[in-house]
């Protein structure tokens, strides 16, 4: 098994090469999804953590437990709006003509936002489905500080979202 950080990376410059036969003006539209995604997963534990927990208490789901639970809630919300959006008729931006760039850089976006989000919350959750890799590299470790919540509150998140829809908007 390789090291884990260079799945995610692949995962990423895939994404980066969907911008480019896409083009930015839908992948947009899908970043601008990821965005609100993201808002939600960090909205959740800041304003209805305490309400959460009471809950997952009343099921007799451990503290542990309850944080693995919340890492595959937010892989399959994850892979659920990445999968919508771009599989259907999403938000198409305006633009003009086709720039490989960036579509590239978009579509790059796009993965670190999918890709490391879902890196983070599994990280977060301590890997909860990995028993094999016990200690991670520096690379990991130094990448792990880099990823969309781990910068990002809930606020930054939804101004981005906004931003990006006022922008759909605005010709």
């Given at each position: 098994?390789?090291?884990?950080?260079?799945?995610?990376?692949?995962?990423?410059?895939?994404?980066?090469?969907?911008?480019?036969?896409?083009?930015?003006?839908?992948?947009?539209?899908?970043?601008?999804?990821?965005?609100?995604?993201?808002?939600?997963?960090?909205?959740?534990?800041?304003?209805?953590?305490?309400?959460?927990?009471?809950?997952?208490?009343?099921?007799?789901?451990?503290?542990?437990?309850?944080?693995t639970?919340?890492?595959?809630?937010?892989?399959v919300?994850?892979?659920?709006?990445a999968?919508?959006?771009?599989?259907?008729?999403?938000?198409?931006?305006?633009?003009?003509?086709?720039?490989?760039?960036?579509?590239?850089?978009?579509?790059?976006?796009?993965?670190?936002?999918?890709?490391?989000?879902?890196?983070?919350?599994?990280?977060?959750?301590?890997?909860?489905l990995?028993?094999?890799?016990?200690?991670?590299?520096?690379?990991?470790?130094?990448?792990?500080?880099?990823?969309?919540?781990?910068?990002?509150?809930?606020?930054?998140?939804?101004?981005?979202?906004?931003?990006?829809?006022?922008?759909?908007?605005?010709?």
């Amino acid at each position: 098994m390789g090291p884990i950080e260079v799945f995610f990376l692949v995962v990423i410059g895939l994404f980066g090469a969907i911008g480019i036969v896409r083009g930015y003006q839908r992948d947009l539209g899908v970043t601008t999804m990821l965005l609100l995604a993201l808002f939600v997963l960090t909205f959740i534990p800041d304003y209805l953590g305490d309400q959460l927990a009471s809950v997952m208490t009343t099921l007799g789901v451990s503290q542990s437990s309850a944080e693995t639970v919340y890492a595959i809630f937010a892989t399959v919300l994850l892979c659920i709006v990445a999968f919508i959006s771009y599989h259907g008729v999403g938000l198409l931006f305006p633009g003009s003509g086709r720039n490989w760039f960036v579509s590239l850089l978009v579509g790059l976006l796009n993965g670190y936002l999918f890709a490391g989000s879902i890196w983070w919350y599994l990280n977060d959750a301590g890997w909860p489905l990995d028993t094999v890799v016990e200690t991670y590299s520096s690379t990991y470790q130094f990448l792990i500080q880099l990823m969309p919540p781990a910068i990002f509150s809930w606020p930054y998140f939804i101004l981005l979202a906004v931003g990006m829809l006022i922008l759909r908007v605005v010709r």
